[in-house]
């Protein structure tokens, strides 16, 4: 379940990610917060507008809140958390444990139990509490939000609410010294308040401190009078004379069975130091149980840490007051034995019949190694069908299939804090010394290639004796090392074919069956298939695929990531290739993928390219290991085949560095005219990656295309459209002409509407770099015409964004404006760079209407890219320019200044002229530059010796 914080700062986990996710700069962040104190309460946009900005909001503070509203939306789209619209105003709403509410559902427990004469529970309550109350509200935040002072107020009155309730709950469980340490930390902030001073003055004399306990008496005496011109109150004054006559009535722990875990059975394992990554898991689990389930089976393959979390559960309950008793079933005996075994371990009452043993007790019973079984299912169902109040927690590698079992499955460890933490203390504990900063990337990829198994960290931590992380981690990736022990010849350390052996344990039942033919082909791309992909793989085969899939995944060998793919954890996926036959997964993936690709190159160029785009990027990852394999092979018809389909598929989606190295390889690959075409491909991309060189490869290929009178294509049209395009931005105008001519050439050639379009797109650009803008404009409204009735809906959106462009340009923003969003509305999803291009429409056409909260919203957006691997840097450039334009707008010089030489860095970088935004727009900057005079050079340098780091601390500070 997802986690969001706002203690200690606005932070969002997600179980299936390892890092916390992107939450937007401090807007969105503060946003957020006023959704989740409220939810599931639904604050109307006045509301909103009120908690944001207070008794002055901008004039566009309801188009600044539907900006961030939006950008949240995005950054929780991974999550299983929404934004609900609801009768003008918002909700969150989903599965989220959000702290603050967790706090106030434990304060409410602690006041029940305390109530109802159950100290023990109340105190663990208020204890939890406290721990959780630990960080301030929406750090970082605090002077930002109009909202946030009363909020703050708020809550700090619930911690210190907490740590009183936890003084009297400590006190009456007879915890005095607890009791007094509560209560003097109230105390500290609520030096008038009379309670806090009750618990401490009877804590102290509890503890055999009736001296001191009297001086309290007198010093609150005189702080009231003296601050507050008032007396003690009849209670204190009272208190007061039972310490001076040692008339307390002593005070004594909860009975045990209310407060301690179970007089009956075996001492709960201690837990592994440290314990990590697993706190959501238990509190699920313990919720789960303490709701009212009867039996919680904890599945997954051997080594996830399922008996830890068993352990982990029975201590957070046995706080809570409920009586736990713990056993382990023994391996080699059978059913029935193993069962009245682990009663007898568990110090339960001896009985012939373990189902009536088991039944017969009043709270939790862990049953620790439970093999899933017909025997075994028909003992614990007898148990459960008994009269009683019997809880049973079992762990076990699968369900056991009884009526009303909640099976739970254990995940790897996802953050890969919680694994180089684990991996950190596995080494410590042998001895080694770890440095994180030169140790750290190296821990890290350990830990990847282990997918989070905690056996196996533990395991390659322990290798450290012998080998540093580093070292390690370099014979990981030369194929001398494996991560299920050391190979032959090798180093080894003791222990390292555990994790073998419990894979091949885990494998064992499936091995000889449809099931181990799926394993392999699901180990033939470690980042994991899509069904659909699967069942190509698996065509011409008898495989029963559905059937063996539900065995892998009841298994724990399988699992679906979340993009909903199947896929085999690092382990599992190396000892399923040593199985044999790998040669054949390979062939059979690399048929497969070019297969899926032919089969979409049609759909990429239609109406319903997102479509296809969806699809492919559900099995992006085994397209990149079914060509990275066949570069390896130098299997010259799988390459050319997907690169062949998938060249349009890497422009639309913004893969230009991936896509290059490809053309490269394809060229020197093939001969003749496939050559020249794919020379044509590359000298395309090398341009739209504004790499040096593009205009002379181009050039090389266009020419050869001549020479062997290539067809009138898209690639072909495309090639002098880039040719033109290069020549203008270099101001050769004429060269721009001459070769807009030649792709109007062909795109009349070629017949097609789509590619005429396109030329006449092209010959725009040229007029508007010449300088007519108008005559551009006037080009681009023929070219939307026909688009509108018969082009795709890429290509309508790739020139509605050029001509919000020169809209924008000619000081028409607000029609700039109506395109551009016309232009998001209809290109397809997952059009990425397409999509960028869009976005720095939007944010210049309101930059230009002044709108600079609308306009740095949208460029926040934009620059939330920073991470994307096939980010383009002149268009972040591009957008951190309008950025620092709406910051010199507003007066934030010092910032503009940052921003903008950070984007001439970029711009200088890729040798493309600054001058790429309208021309207010940089007139503003000139302007920063002249009220900051000698002090702007300063401010440039920060942000121009480096941009990226520019562009994070303005996505944290915004």
Sequence with gaps: MDELYLLGGVRLTSPGSPSQLPLGGAQQQGLLAMLALASPRALTVSQLIDGLWGSSPPRSARNAIQVRINGLRKSLAPTGLEIETIAGGYALRGQVVIDTARVRTLLERGRAEFQAG????????????????????????????????????????????????????????????AAAASAAAVLQERP??????????????????????????????????????????????????????????????????????SEAGAALPELPNPFVGREALVERVARTIADGARLVTLVGMGGMGKSVVAAAVGRRLAEQGIRVAYGTIPSEIDDRSALFVACQSAGLPANNDPALTLASFDGLVILDGVRAGPIIAALIGAALGQPGHLRLLVTSREALAIPAEYAIRVEPLRRVEDS????????????????????????????????GIPLGIELAGARTRVMSPTQFAERLRRGEASVLGARRGGVSAAGTADLKRVVEDAIAPVLGTHGEVVLQLLASCSGGLSLDLLERLAEGRDLLLEESLSTLLDRGLCQHDDDGRLRLSGPVAEFARGLGHSHDADSALAEATAQLAESLVDQLQSSSAGLAI???????????????????????????????????????????????????????????????????????????????????????????????????DRVHVNAWCTYSALAAESEAIETALCAADQARELAALSGSPELISLARDLAAFVRGKS????????????????????????????????AADDL?????????????????????????????????????????????????????????????????????????????????????????????????????????????????????????????????ATYGALGATDPEATVRRLLGTM
Excluded at 211 to 235: F, H, K, M, N, Q
Excluded at 436 to 443: E, K, L, Y
């Design 614 to 712: 969806e699809r492919l990027e559900g099995d992006s990852a085994a397209l990149d290991v079914a060509m990275q394999r066949a570069f390896e092979l130098g299997d010259t018809k799988t390459v050319t085949r997907l690169t062949t389909s998938l060249h349009r598929y890497w422009l639309m989606t913004g893969r230009l560095v991936p896509a290059s190295r490809a053309l490269a390889r394809c060229v020197e690959l093939t001969s003749g005219a496939k050559s020249a075409w794919f020379q044509l491909l590359q000298g395309t991309f090398a341009g739209y990656r504004h790499q040096p060189e593009a205009f002379e490869l181009l050039a090389g290929a266009l020419q050869t295309a001549q020479d062997l009178r290539l067809p009138p």
């Design 420 to 451: 180089a933490q684990l991996f950190i203390a596995s080494a410590q504990r042998r001895g080694a010394e770890l440095d994180p900063a030169r140790d750290g990337a190296a821990i890290a990829e350990i830990c990847a290639r282990l997918d």
């Design 192 to 261: 008038y308040d009379e309670t806090a001073w009750s618990v401490h003055l009877q804590a102290l004399y509890h503890q055999g401190r009736q001296v001191e306990a009297l001086e309290g008496c007198r010093r609150l005496r005189r702080i009231l009078s003296e601050e507050l011109g008032i007396d003690p109150g009849r209670a204190i004054r009272s208190l007061e004379q039972d310490i001076l006559n040692h008339s307390l009535p002593p005070v004594l722990p909860e009975p045990m069975d209310q407060s301690s875990p």
């Design 118 to 177: 159950r100290p023990g529970r109340a105190a663990a309550a208020y204890r939890e509490a406290t721990e959780l109350c630990r960080g301030a509200l929406c750090s970082g935040l605090e002077d930002h939000f109009a909202f946030l002072p009363a909020a703050v107020a708020e809550f700090d009155a619930r911690r210190v609410d907490a740590l009183l309730g936890s003084a009297s709950a400590e006190l009456a469980n007879g915890s005095p010294e």
């Design 771 to 802: 300088g007519d803008t108008q005559v551009a404009l006037d080009l681009r409204l023929e070219c939307l015409a026909e688009l509108r009735t018969s082009g795709t809906a890429y290509d309508l959106a790739a020139v509605l964004v050029n």
């Design 808 to 936: 924008a340009q000619l000081g028409r923003p607000a029609e700039g404006l109506a395109f551009a969003d016309e232009a998001l509305v209809v290109m397809p999803p997952g059009a990425t760079r397409l999509a960028t291009a869009g976005l720095l429409g939007r944010g210049q056409a309101q930059a230009l209407l002044r709108d600079t909260a609308a306009a740095e919203g949208t460029c926040l957006a934009m620059l939330a890219g920073i991470d994307d691997p096939n980010r383009d840097p002149v268009a972040l450039a591009d957008g951190l320019t309008i950025l620092a334009a709406c910051l010199a707008m507003r007066g934030d010089d010092q910032r503009a200044a940052r921003a903008s030489a950070a984007a001439t860095t970029w711009y200088a970088e890729n040798d493309v002229s600054p001058e790429r935004v309208a021309a207010p727009l940089r007139a503003e900057l000139a302007s920063c530059a002249e009220r900051l005079a000698s002090s702007h």
